[in-house]
């Protein structure tokens, strides 16, 4: 891929994970699942606190079909949940959280199809989500994400996000918030 074009696909991917950040923390959920694929597949496996052996082997986040997730979901549950939410009476969204997602350390690592005319990238980045509900709750993840994305009629569309978090024990009281 010429230099230019590397940096024009760099820009278009980091203004397209600034808008999805941008249009979950402003509640705009119905265009934000627009920037989904309907085969998606979304998850946050757990991680194990394991010894340095562990960890170079790489089984520090659980990754088989039966091991536990915080979530594992397809485009149908995301609706179903952002339904939940605009119903006003969901018990762990009503008031709604106010949330930031900062997305930063975006790199594309992976490109499918011709050069100059990606159809689809692996996009590796880091990301916090600070997270503030009531008068005293506040939450906050930190770690990594590997999406994929796949272009569909000149714009992209996330099919399968993978969200690691730097933490072993979930301190928010739920996951009620999208991450």
């Not at 052996?53 to 915080?70: K, T």
């Not at 995301?78 to 790199?107: C, D, F, M, Y």
């Not at 796949?150 to 978090?165: D, K, L, P």
Request: aromatic share 8%; glycine share 6%; with cysteine.
């Amino acid at each position: 891929m010429k230099r230019e074009n590397a940096v024009a696909l760099r820009s278009e991917i980091t203004d397209f994970m600034s808008l999805e950040a941008e249009l979950v923390d402003t509640r705009r959920f119905e265009e934000w699942l627009g920037l989904f694929s309907e085969d998606l597949h979304y998850r946050m496996p757990m991680a194990r606190n394991l010894a340095h052996q562990g960890i170079r082997a790489g089984v520090e986040y659980l990754s088989e079909p039966l091991d536990v997730s915080w979530f594992d979901e397809g485009k149908e549950t995301l609706k179903t949940r952002v339904a939940q939410i605009r119903t006003g009476v969901h018990w762990a969204e009503e008031p709604l959280s106010r949330t930031a997602h900062l997305v930063t350390n975006i790199r594309i690592v992976d490109i499918d199809g011709l050069p100059d005319d990606p159809t689809e990238i692996q996009v590796n980045s880091k990301f916090l989500v600070y997270r503030n509900r009531n008068a005293d709750e506040e939450d906050t993840l930190i770690g990594r994400r590997e999406d994929h994305l796949r272009r569909v009629g000149g714009s992209w569309q996330i099919f399968r996000r993978t969200v690691y978090i730097c933490q072993t024990v979930l301190l928010a009281r739920n996951l009620s918030f999208l991450v």
